[in-house]
């Protein structure tokens, strides 16, 4: 039976994942160091198969650290932003801010006419009116009473009514102080203000617009787009997707460096403050979110980037990706054991990246590895073990 060699695979990268190696193949071969009692003839097997300069051979390098690379996105940092919508259906009848404004808490975004507004100003207005009548019925009751004028139910109902009053004309007021309002002032005019400091970074507004407060829950894009965007675009989450097998690597305090393609190898600081609980079902992979310093404001909300960080390694070492092979499901590599002998040998593959194979377990990097040519004596090998 011939026995089918595979190169280790690159395949394309996934949205949301880390690059893998495929595990590729059905055929299943023994572990461990393999040696062909017919192993002198490989070297001259080999090169009948093509020519010799296509055979050469380096020693694997010692590797202690790797860069573990990931996909992610950048989003602004929703502890320090806030998506605003109206609390009260109306008009848009003005708009006072545009992106890029820098914005203090309490300032004004933008004037709605809202007859819903003007409700609950009208609301605030009466319930103080109604408390101010009935602590003036409840002093002429008392007075009464205090000449044995009134019976005794009349005033106790009179002070339940100014405990009512009271207690409407509370809830009014601080619904209508909740958005800016004042019960001396009807005048259907609600003004839209920012509830922290920060930068308007989107506007979804336009004058003559008509707004609800329900307009968060509508299924149109336009209509569950907010209002407006504020936030410190100085501060970004990188929400990233990290592979299974690597979720060993990542946890919450970790740094990590940001790379934006726009920007070359400039690297920006950040650190993974949330690892999920949960794996994406489809893509395998876990969300990861990292607080990223953006102080001169070059990175972009949603841009796409690439989030590196350390892993340590121990007893790993590095060798050419053209070394090393599948048969089956299992990793493979050349040795060159002695002039003309060759033996074929399992190894545990990590990351590859730049043309180059993180081994893990298998090669202690004393072994001479055939880089070039590997695929050649392979078969040299399968061939003379099967003749």
């Not at 880390?18 to 299943?28: E, K, Q, W």
């Not at 602590?135 to 009473?145: H, I, Q, S, T, W």
């Not at 690597?246 to 919450?252: G, N, P, Q, Y």
């Not at 949330?274 to 990861?288: A, K």
Request: hydrophobic letters at 40%; one cysteine or more; glycine letters at 8%.
């Amino acid at each position: 039976m011939k026995t089918t060699y595979r190169p280790i695979s690159r395949p394309a990268l996934a949205p949301a994942s880390s690059v893998l190696f495929g595990l590729l193949g059905a055929f299943l071969v023994g572990c461990g160091h393999q040696d062909s009692p017919k192993s002198e003839a490989l070297a001259a097997q080999a090169g009948a198969a093509g020519p010799s300069s296509a055979i050469s051979i380096e020693s694997p390098k010692p590797c202690s650290e790797t860069r573990l690379k990931m996909i992610g996105r950048l989003a602004w940092d929703d502890n320090v932003t806030t998506r605003l919508f109206s609390p009260f259906a109306g008009r848009v009848a003005r708009i006072l801010v545009e992106p890029g404004t820098a914005v203090k808490k309490g300032d004004a975004l933008a004037l709605i006419e809202s007859p819903d507004y003007g409700q609950a100003q009208s609301d605030a207005a009466k319930a103080f009116s109604d408390r101010v009548l009935a602590e003036g019925n409840l002093a002429r009751v008392k007075d009464l009473f205090d000449h044995g004028a009134a019976p005794a139910k009349d005033l106790a109902t009179a002070e339940a009514e100014v405990a009512r009053t009271k207690a409407e004309s509370s809830r009014a007021s601080a619904r209508l102080s909740l958005y800016g309002g004042v019960k001396e002032q009807i005048d259907q005019h609600y003004t839209l203000r920012s509830p922290i400091d920060g930068i308007v970074v989107e506007k979804s507004i336009n004058p003559g617009q008509e707004v609800r407060p329900d307009q968060m829950l509508a299924s149109t894009p336009q209509l569950a787009a907010p209002l407006f965007v504020v936030t410190d675009p100085t501060r970004l989450w990188a929400l990233i997707d990290v592979a299974e097998q690597d979720l060993a690597h990542v946890a919450a305090k970790t740094s990590l460096g940001v790379r934006a393609g726009v920007y070359g190898e400039r690297t920006f600081q950040g650190q993974i403050d949330y690892v999920s609980d949960s794996l994406d079902p489809g893509s395998r992979t876990v969300r990861v979110r990292a607080s990223v310093s953006n102080a001169d404001r070059l990175l972009k909300a949603e841009m796409l980037v690439t989030a590196e960080l350390s892993v340590a390694q121990q007893g790993a070492v590095e060798i050419s990706s053209k070394a090393v092979f599948l048969q089956g499901d299992r990793h493979y590599v050349i040795l060159q054991d002695g002039a003309g002998k060759y033996s074929k040998h399992e190894v545990v593959v990590g990351r590859e990246a730049d043309g180059r194979a993180l081994i893990l377990k298998g090669l202690t990097g004393a072994e001479l590895v055939v880089s070039e040519g590997a695929m050649l004596i392979a078969q040299a090998i399968e061939s003379g073990d099967h003749s």
